[in-house]
């Protein structure tokens, strides 16, 4: 029979190498097509997807399409309902699948996508439907239950310790007073954030506060700190999630930002945390400020990928399509680490359900007791995952990415 398969979510630098494993395991292993929606499942539903069997495989094209950052295929944040309140929508893709014969469908991407699986899987059973569904994980967000780490994370931890080291050595560099404030992603898990503590080394000092949206935020408390470091240094580099929140629950954005706009899984947009913890710095202390926000970068910058985690995304792939093709179904693959030193790391399958919308936070026994920086306990678990490259294909001074053409 023939496989689907689809990306969802946010994008991360390494997604297509997963895409690239599973496509190649799939062919390996005797589908006579496989197909990429375009878009996730609401491209599907759309009837938008694409004969994959084809257009990539040279052993040139699956290496352009391993170093492409952002999602092939495309993606998106459509969350599907309750079988049971709009079966006209699970008997339209189901429809679809039967048309294209599929046997074994993928779907690459985080908590929500994991949603899908789950509820896929669960009507294709109550159906007796013959289709294979597994998800495959992806997020920069290191936030998906069950396994030890997801790809992508690997690569943007990399970045934010490459980049908090060239901001720090920017913030000393004229000898004033100066506190810099950098925001990066996460909304209630600071697994990103907490990268930003790799920057520590011989050659560098490392930042001064990680903020993480585990411990609850107090601006008096923040000034505090702010303020008796300067005492110390002139230059105070912070690291703090978009997703910090006061003890009442609001976000710390939301004191300036009155953006309401929330996604189909009612997310709502953060940004603006730097800003404002910048702005209330310069007000109440006498040093320049500078607000720093990260933002999609951290997620696309594909000329420093990790090459551990482009490996290990395109590993999840193959296992996914070969335990596919073995008869599993409603089953996320995990990663399992084995050990630190030497690393060594594994695959493993789990009952996509209980990944489905459980958020993985940062133990908080990995945090000082000041809640300032990262124990060594974190930079052991975190190190392994950033180490190596895999360089880009340049073609006339520029990375070559290679695109769908839809």
């Not at 496509?23 to 491209?43: D, N, P, S, T």
């Not at 699970?90 to 048309?99: R, S, V």
């Not at 006061?246 to 945390?273: I, N, P, Q």
């Not at 730097?274 to 607000?291: E, G, I, P």
């Amino acid at each position: 029979m023939n496989a689907i398969i689809g990306q969802s979510g946010g994008p991360t630098s390494v997604i297509n190498a997963t895409l690239a494993g599973v496509l190649q395991a799939c062919l390996a292993r005797g589908a006579e097509k496989v197909y990429g929606m375009e878009h996730g499942i609401e491209g599907l539903l759309d009837g938008k997807y694409k004969e994959m069997t084809g257009a990539i495989t040279s052993e040139m094209g699956i290496e352009l399409l391993k170093r492409t950052p952002a999602s092939y295929l495309g993606t998106c944040r459509y969350k599907l309902g309750d079988p049971d309140k709009s079966p006209e929508v699970y008997e339209k893709i189901f429809a679809i699948l039967k048309k294209l014969d599929i046997g074994y469908f993928f779907y690459i991407g985080g908590n929500d996508s994991m949603d899908t699986i789950h509820k896929l899987s669960v009507y294709g059973r109550q159906i007796n439907s013959p289709i294979r569904f597994m998800g495959v994980p992806k997020t920069i967000d290191n936030d998906l239950a069950l396994t030890d780490h997801t790809p992508g994370y690997g690569s943007a931890a990399k970045y934010i310790g490459v980049v908090m080291k060239e901001i720090i050595r920017d913030a000393t560099a004229y000898g004033n007073k100066y506190v810099t404030t950098v925001e990066i992603m996460g909304r209630n898990a600071g697994w990103l954030t907490a990268a930003a503590a790799l920057a520590r080394g011989e050659d560098c000092e490392g930042v001064n506060l990680i903020c993480l949206p585990e411990v609850p935020f107090h601006l008096d408390r923040f000034l505090a700190k702010v303020e008796s470091m300067q005492k110390e240094r002139n230059s105070v580099v912070i690291a703090v999630s978009e997703g910090v929140k006061l003890e009442d629950g609001r976000y710390v954005c939301e004191l300036s930002d009155d953006v309401k706009f929330v996604d189909a899984f009612g997310h709502r947009k953060l940004t603006g945390t730097a800003r404002y913890l910048s702005n209330l710095v310069a007000s109440n202390m006498q040093t320049l400020t500078r607000a720093i926000e990260l933002s999609t970068l951290q997620r696309c910058a594909g000329h420093v990928t990790s090459r551990t985690d482009i490996t290990e995304a395109y590993q999840v792939g193959g296992a996914a399509a070969k335990a596919a093709f073995e008869g599993h179904t409603g089953e996320m693959v995990a990663l399992k680490r084995i050990s630190n030193d030497p690393y060594q790391c594994t695959t493993e399958l789990v009952d996509v359900g209980a990944v489905a919308n459980i958020e993985k936070k940062v133990p908080l026994e990995w945090v000082n007791e000041r809640f300032t920086d990262m124990k060594p306990e974190f930079l052991a678990y975190a190190r392994p995952l950033i180490q190596a490259e895999l360089t880009p294909i340049y073609i006339n001074g520029l990375p070559r990415h290679t695109i769908l053409d839809m």
